[in-house]
């Protein structure tokens, strides 16, 4: 079955630190964009990184840009998420998603496109 599986949230205190990973099973990361999505109580989806496939080009939401940095290990079919100096706006439940890169507009809103995601983890950030 195909099937992406998030983990590595948790709680975590402003300014801290979170590795999010994500793990792809019956389909191969290759041919396809893939990154990081995220939902809060009350708001909107947002994008918040996704990379390219052949040319690894790497896209940041406005809000993350600079704290968070994406990454993918195609030998592993895994990709990742490290955040640091994290805030309590950050607070959300973060899904990955990968769409094909014939359908990739090379935006952060990528995953409006995506045939595949996951179930999500929770990230809360609170002192």
């Known amino acids: 079955q195909v099937s992406l599986v998030e983990s590595g949230g948790g709680l975590v205190q402003p300014g801290g630190s979170l590795r999010l990973s994500c793990a792809a099973s019956?389909?191969?990361?290759?041919?396809?964009?893939s990154g990081w999505f995220r939902q809060a109580p009350g708001k909107e989806r947002e994008g918040v990184s996704c990379i390219g496939s052949s040319d690894g080009r790497l896209y940041y939401a406005d809000s993350v840009r600079g704290r968070f940095t994406i990454s993918r290990d195609n030998a592993k079919n895994t990709l990742y998420l490290q955040m640091n100096s994290l805030q309590p706006e950050d607070t959300a439940i973060y899904y990955c998603a990968a769409v094909p890169l014939e359908n990739f507009r090379g935006t952060t809103d990528f995953y409006r496109d995506a045939p595949f995601w996951g179930h999500g983890t929770q990230v809360t950030v609170s002192s």
């Open positions: 019956g389909f191969s990361l290759d041919g396809y964009a």
